[in-house]
């Protein structure tokens, strides 16, 4: 399907955010690479899936109204086995019932888990004077406490990106700290330019998130992806229903 | 001549290069902003013509006074309104039919308040009903609500704040006519600056920020971008001014009123982390502003730049005779993470060594030189020509408690005889700190004058060396990328 349309669709039914599928099937069109997964409606698929992709592997849950999955129980990692993947799958959706009542719940994302890697954010926003900007920072649960982040407006070359990243003190522990290897900044870089352009090219889209990207010696894996579209336009869209 | 449909704006120049002022509310009775106005514009050294409009008045100041716009006779360039709101409006229609009976008039300075500044939707639409006549024929509005410009180039003065300034190439533009004043009358008597153009810009119902960012850059009397702003209204096309001008100028920004983005809910951690002020800092990077946080830091960054050249590496050298102020000093600079300790050569340091007194610490820590109480005079010299030659060092900070007993103009000759003895192609920036702040104000005016910045703080000196370090490796990093 057209991602443009996708977006347009998804704005029709008044949902304000992108299901986590739906991110990375649009991101993959701007050259922002995810890493594999299976969408699935039931406990069979994700295990063929899971088997498929070799464990260990993490399931999300997938509806529109838990948008913080982790808070709502809707994330389990580092399964081994068809077993455990039974288990997580049914554990998983019982809490999300248990703390979002009213959640549709649409399916479940079934992901290869990715080994551990230095954790960064990367963002955009649509700001009323400057237009999209991008956010880069170290990632993870507390980069509202940290708020190691740095800002940039779009569009920008490669190295006002890298320029943008050694901003940051999360740039230190990228370059290697304690014999762990340099992480692939270029990489980096390079994502933070795709996220500005897909701000810049879709102007439903008002605020993005990775986080956290994971940042490797030799690339970089986004583990989470939020999209929200413009509540004015899903606002007035749903009006138009 | 009519009204075309399509007019286009006029330039800023015909406003700072007015030939004939026109004071709209100038007033005989000193003490009065009306009356300071008209003396500080004869106080300048200006060849035009400034006639005083009040209608109860034969002359002020001694200036032929009129009583109505349209009577001034020959060309007039720019009006001064210093009248109440409602009087501007009227005066506006004024000066849009001497526009259409003779094409003068390029521009206005409201310095009235009681517009748009206060929200009211009364003073919004006396903003729009005084605007409206001008912008049609291409009239510049500077303010209202505003001091106005000065420009000690060609002598234009409409400041009641602002008597006659040193004369050099720092550009003044403000959101704050308060804050502007107070940096140029901090800096007055020390002579720590000299002036070229001055605006503030009120309450931006015509010339905004950008635009006079976009003039100062290609003004020839310009060199140095001083601003003072606490919000843009196009924020992408000031980036956009600011970043061409940045390749050639530095621009110093002073950002205030912190507020926080949005008030919606805001559901991405993009959106929690992104602080109107983070995005401003990322804007300004990117642009090649130099931001500064501290007051101190935007006032002497700005003279800095005023008179010394940028480092071509961030290399930086302390030279002091005084050890604690010297040792802040290094915290300082290290602490910006964007220098390093200069690293002298060893036919440097065997040169230090020879030229000071035994108990001289010299490249301990590395980059540090301490020649101790026992310095004289004469001594400076040499070991200023050596630190400068060196290929190691990039830029020097010296600091000092002048002794008593030192003679001001012997310091002060041996200082200038060293920096001079580069061509001007080879001067690396040389910033002095005089820890004794104005009680050696006449020993800081001879530095000065001498093209040498003096501060007064350690900590101050190294930020403002590490700005200037930012700004020249910025500017470095725009040819690698050839834009």
Not at chain 2, 67 to 93: F, H, M, S, T
Not at chain 2, 182 to 202: P, Q
């Amino acid at each position: 399907m057209d991602y443009k349309k996708l977006v347009k669709d998804v704005l029709k039914t008044g949902r304000s955010h992108l299901l986590e599928p739906e991110a990375y099937y649009v991101c993959g069109e701007f050259g922002i690479t995810c890493p594999q997964f299976n969408f699935v409606a039931n406990v069979e698929d994700g295990i063929d899936a899971a088997r498929s992709m070799g464990f260990p592997v993490v399931v999300k849950v997938v509806s529109p109204q838990v948008i913080h999955k982790t808070d709502a129980g809707g994330v389990v990692t580092g399964i081994q086995s068809e077993e455990q993947f039974k288990n997580a799958y049914s554990t998983m959706l019982e809490n999300v019932r248990g703390k979002v009542p009213d959640a549709e719940i649409y399916g479940v994302l079934v992901q290869k888990s990715m080994p551990q890697g230095v954790e960064v954010a990367v963002g955009g926003l649509r700001d009323p004077q400057f237009g999209p900007v991008v956010m880069f920072g170290a990632g993870g649960t507390l980069i509202e406490v940290l708020q190691d982040v740095s800002f940039r407006l779009a569009r920008l070359d490669r190295g006002e990106a890298l320029r943008q990243i050694r901003e940051t003190k999360v740039f230190k522990i990228l370059q290697g700290v304690r014999r762990n290897k340099p992480c692939d900044i270029v990489a980096l870089a390079d994502l933070i330019i795709h996220a500005g352009k897909l701000l810049e090219e879709m102007p439903e889209i008002s605020e993005l998130d990775f986080n956290p990207v994971l940042a490797y010696p030799d690339y970089y894996s986004i583990v989470d992806a939020r999209i929200v579209l413009s509540s004015e336009l899903a606002s007035v869209s749903t009006v138009n229903k | 001549m009519r009204v075309t449909k399509q007019v286009t704006k006029g330039s800023l120049s015909g406003v700072f290069n007015a030939k004939s002022i026109a004071i709209v509310g100038a007033s005989p009775r000193p003490g009065k902003p009306g009356n300071q106005i008209v003396r500080n514009a004869k106080a300048m050294d200006f060849d035009g013509l400034i006639y005083p409009v009040n209608p109860t008045q034969s002359t002020i100041e001694g200036l032929k006074c009129y009583k109505n716009i349209l009577d001034i006779p020959g060309r007039l360039d720019l009006v001064v309104l210093i009248v109440g709101a409602d009087e501007c409006v009227r005066i506006a229609q004024d000066i849009a039919r001497r526009w259409d009976e003779k094409g003068d008039v390029a521009g206005i300075v409201v310095v009235s308040a009681g517009f748009g500044e206060g929200g009211s939707a009364d003073g919004l639409a006396k903003e729009k009903a005084m605007l409206e006549p001008l912008q049609a024929r291409g009239i510049r509005v500077i303010g209202p609500n505003c001091l106005g410009i000065a420009d000690q180039h060609s002598g234009v003065n409409t400041i009641f704040d602002l008597p006659p300034y040193l004369k050099s190439e720092v550009s003044v533009v403000s959101q704050s006519g308060a804050f502007a004043a107070s940096f140029l009358m901090w800096a007055k008597d020390l002579e720590l600056f000299g002036l070229s153009k001055f605006l503030t810009v009120g309450n931006m119902a015509d010339v905004d920020m950008d635009e006079v960012v976009e003039f100062f850059g290609e003004d020839k009397n310009t060199k140095v971008i001083a601003m003072y702003l606490e919000g843009i209204r196009q924020g992408r096309r000031f980036v956009e001014v600011a970043k061409k001008v940045s390749q050639t100028k530095p621009i110093v920004a002073f950002k205030s009123g912190r507020t926080d983005f949005g008030s919606g809910a805001v559901r991405s951690h993009t959106g929690a982390v992104a602080g109107n002020d983070k995005i401003y800092d990322g804007a300004f990077r990117q642009a090649g502003i130099i931001r500064t946080v501290a007051v101190a830091e935007f006032y002497y960054t700005i003279c800095a730049l005023g008179k010394q050249p940028l480092p071509r590496g961030k290399r930086i050298c302390v030279l002091t005779a005084i050890g604690g102020p010297g040792t802040i000093c290094i915290d300082a600079l290290l602490a910006t993470g964007v220098v390093e300790m200069a690293s002298l050569s060893d036919h440097a340091k065997n040169h230090l060594k020879e030229t000071l007194a035994r108990t001289a610490v010299v490249d301990e820590p590395q980059g540090y030189v301490d020649m101790t109480a026992s310095v004289t005079e004469e001594l400076h010299e040499e070991v200023i020509k050596t630190i400068l030659a060196d290929e190691g060092v990039d830029g020097l900070i010296y600091l000092i408690t002048p002794p008593a007993f030192f003679s001001n103009e012997k310091l002060v000759e041996h200082f200038l005889n060293a920096y001079n003895s580069f061509p001007k192609e080879k001067r690396k920036p040389l910033l002095s700190v005089f820890t004794f702040g104005s009680h050696v104000a006449e020993l800081r005016r001879l530095f000065e004058r001498g093209g040498i910045p003096t501060l007064e703080f350690p900590d101050v000196a190294a930020s403002v060396m590490a700005n200037m370090v930012w700004y020249s490796e910025w500017r470095k990093s725009r040819l690698n990328y050839g834009l």
